[in-house]
């Protein structure tokens, strides 16, 4: 679904949501109440330019509505790579986006993350991954490296990973996946509107991504590992 069918369904065609070529940015009203709208289209890299207009964005909806939830619209090929963007600290960028998001949860707002298309790598895990709860469309595409790159850096052949991949995850690109894993919270099918609102007044302000992959059985050791190393 492409960023203007989605934001219609969900606020109406009269919505104050922009496109800045790959940023989008602005302000919904969402059950009579305001919302701001954060994202990326265009299965965008994030570069230190994209990064850091996202993250004044969120800047400015803490000093200018306090307190408002944000909505983080996410499509993305992960980070840029680009000698230009590395040299320009892209590292520090979108640490610095992750941070700023993780201070508007800190000071208030409710986050959401929605993977309507493409979540790719960094540019994943410094937006959406840092929402109070992240969620995804049906036909989403989620992965943080596909199997042939995976391959290279574990040193372990290709057709070893497609076996472990079919039974475990984590070793798993795909939708179903991330939610198996808890890295998605849940799907957004059928009604969007309800989705939100639920998503808005339901999401928890702790992190249970863990708990939630052990439920499902798509991280079967993580949370136990977390709380002993809590205990210790």
Excluded at 46 to 71: T, W
Excluded at 137 to 142: K, T, Y
Excluded at 173 to 181: C, D, I, L, Q, S
């Amino acid at each position: 679904m492409d960023w203007q069918t989605l934001t219609q369904t969900l606020f109406g065609i009269d919505h104050g949501i922009h496109a800045d070529e790959d940023f989008l940015h602005g302000q919904a009203q969402f059950d009579g109440r305001p919302l701001t709208v954060i994202g990326t289209t265009n299965h965008a890299p994030i570069g230190v330019a994209l990064a850091l207009a996202q993250a004044s964005a969120v800047l400015h909806a803490m000093r200018q509505h306090p307190g408002q939830p944000i909505l983080l619209l996410i499509d993305t090929q992960g980070q840029q790579l680009r000698r230009r963007d590395e040299l320009l600290g892209i590292h520090r960028a979108m640490a610095h986006l992750g941070c700023c998001i993780d201070l508007a949860r800190r000071r208030g707002h409710r986050v959401i993350g929605l993977i309507y298309d493409q979540a790719l790598s960094g540019g994943f895990i410094t937006s959406g991954l840092i929402a109070d709860a992240c969620y995804a469309l049906p036909e989403a595409e989620i992965r943080v490296m596909r199997l042939p790159a995976m391959a290279r850096v574990t040193k372990l052949a290709e057709e070893t990973l497609a076996e472990l991949s079919r039974s475990n995850p984590v070793f798993a690109p795909g939708v179903e996946n991330y939610v198996a894993m808890g890295g998605v919270k849940a799907l957004w099918q059928g009604d969007l509107q309800a989705a939100l609102r639920d998503a808005l007044a339901n999401a928890p302000t702790t992190d249970e991504r863990a708990t939630d992959g052990a439920a499902r059985g798509g991280r079967k050791l993580s949370a136990d590992v977390t709380a002993l190393v809590l205990a210790a």
